[in-house]
């Protein structure tokens, strides 16, 4: 088993059981391996949380690559993008985030920072393509359209104003979508997303 594995294999554990529950014995047994491996490649809980949960983080990062498409223009990036987003939530552990929050706080404040800079550098990209292709309003303050959408789908998820189960349904992610991105998108950007609405939608 790869260090990757092991990493993969306990943040599922933390996700499921939380994190304070989960000792490194516990770890080695569901992972079918013993303490001293385990022990060969993390010298304690502390150094196995936080790379579990950096290599959470960075993996959602690949996700990204939606970004850097050539075939696709920036409507069908962000619609692909919200389509991400909407699984993050539906993966969305509480016990987990509250435990790394207690009881490692420095991690926690990484595993933000990571995550919010992710969100934010994926959403400058689109941005920036969108306005080149005419797609997107010229005039649009790039750094605070992106910081506005980081603090829209925080509050989507941390608020509790939609339950889960509302923030899945096809109505709820059609109005958010919608709301975004008829604020940014030019005349040319409308009429194409006029035309292309039927298959812009989440299925």
Request: glycine share 4%; proline share 1%.
């Amino acid at each position: 088993m790869t260090k990757n594995e092991i990493l993969d294999k306990v943040c599922n554990l933390y996700k499921k059981y939380g994190i304070k529950s989960i000792t490194m014995d516990d770890a080695a047994r569901h992972l079918g391996i013993s303490k001293k491996t385990l022990y060969q490649h993390f010298s304690d809980k502390t150094e196995l949380v936080k790379e579990a949960v950096i290599n959470e983080v960075e993996s959602k990062q690949k996700n990204m690559i939606i970004f850097n498409r050539q075939q696709t223009n920036a409507i069908e990036d962000i619609l692909d993008y919200y389509k991400i987003q909407v699984k993050l939530i539906l993966d969305y552990k509480p016990n987990f985030v509250y435990d790394l929050k207690k009881y490692y706080p420095e991690i926690y404040q990484t595993y933000i920072k990571i995550k919010r800079e992710n969100i934010i550098k994926g959403t400058k990209h689109n941005l920036i393509k969108g306005i080149k292709e005419g797609l997107y309003r010229k005039n649009l303050d790039v750094d605070i359209i992106s910081r506005l959408l980081l603090m829209r789908i925080e509050g989507m998820i941390h608020s509790g104003i939609f339950s889960t189960e509302e923030l899945l349904s096809p109505v709820v992610f059609t109005e958010i979508f919608n709301y975004h991105l008829y604020g940014i998108v030019s005349g040319k950007g409308r009429k194409y997303f006029e035309q292309h609405k039927d298959k812009l939608t989440l299925k």
